[in-house]
């Protein structure tokens, strides 16, 4: 895994609490991507970003809400995690929009999430 | 609405034999169109990646397929291996964007 990291691994919570889940690179890239996956859907885009402070929604943000205070560290917040939001959670990041092979998406190991 | 459809959704194919993945698209402004594969417990990687101004590109075993006109691509594994056996995912990017939109994924499995 590309210098990926997140954290926790694995997670358990109850219905309305607040979950935050975080993602490390140790690799400089620009963009960082957070997605879930769930089984007949595939990966779903829920937030982006393109650089600090700068996110932007994906296919499947609501319930959902991002940070980024350092190129390094992307944090994806559950404000009132819902039985719904039970999947295995991945970041991802890229260095480039584009060209040459920088627009490869490097994923991290995940984050399974269970909430009861 | 689904921008990419991938079929089938699970495979089975003995050692030794073609595997074939299909996806599908609507969206004319995609121009970027790469495989992911992923092993249980591990996060997807990048396997191979096709853009539109080429029809096929090949590496290694793997080779993809590109049809611009039908709006088809597809993921070739020669000589399958039970070291295949993974999900795979195609996707495919709009121009001058970061983002991509994945296929629901493949299950395959190659028997020995």
């Known amino acids: 895994d590309a210098g990926i990291t997140q954290s926790p691994r694995h997670k358990v919570t109850e219905t309305g609490t607040p979950v935050t889940l975080r993602c490390h690179q140790t690799?400089?890239?620009?963009?960082m991507y957070w997605y879930r996956q769930d089984p007949g859907h595939g990966l779903r885009l829920i937030h982006y970003?393109?650089?600090?402070?700068?996110?932007d929604k994906g296919e499947v943000s609501d319930g959902y809400s991002v940070s980024r205070s350092k190129t390094e560290d992307f944090l994806l917040t559950l404000e009132s995690a819902t039985s719904s939001q039970t999947s295995v959670y991945f970041c991802?990041?890229?260095?480039?929009?584009?060209?040459?092979?920088?627009?490869?998406?490097?994923f991290g190991p995940g984050t399974r999430l269970l909430v009861l | 609405q689904q921008q990419v459809k991938q079929s089938p959704q699970s495979l089975i194919v003995q050692k030794g034999g073609i595997s074939i993945i299909n996806c599908a698209y609507e969206?004319?402004?995609?121009?970027?169109f790469p495989w992911y594969q992923q092993f249980p417990g591990k996060g997807p990687a990048l396997l191979i990646a096709?853009?539109?101004?080429?029809s096929e590109k090949k590496e290694g075993r793997f080779t993809i397929s590109f049809n611009k006109s039908a709006k088809q691509f597809s993921l070739h594994i020669m000589d399958s291996q039970p070291g295949d056996s993974a999900t795979y995912f195609c996707?495919?990017?709009?121009?001058?964007?970061?983002?991509?939109?994945f296929g629901k994924g493949t299950m395959l499995l190659v028997s020995p």
């Open positions: 991802a990041i890229s260095e480039s929009r584009a060209g040459f092979g920088q627009e490869t998406q490097y």
């Open positions: 690799e400089n890239h620009r963009y």
């Open positions: 970003s393109y650089g600090v402070k700068d996110t």
């Open positions: 969206n004319t402004a995609f121009d970027y």
């Open positions: 096709i853009r539109p101004d080429v």
């Open positions: 996707a495919a990017r709009v121009s001058g964007y970061s983002t991509l939109t």
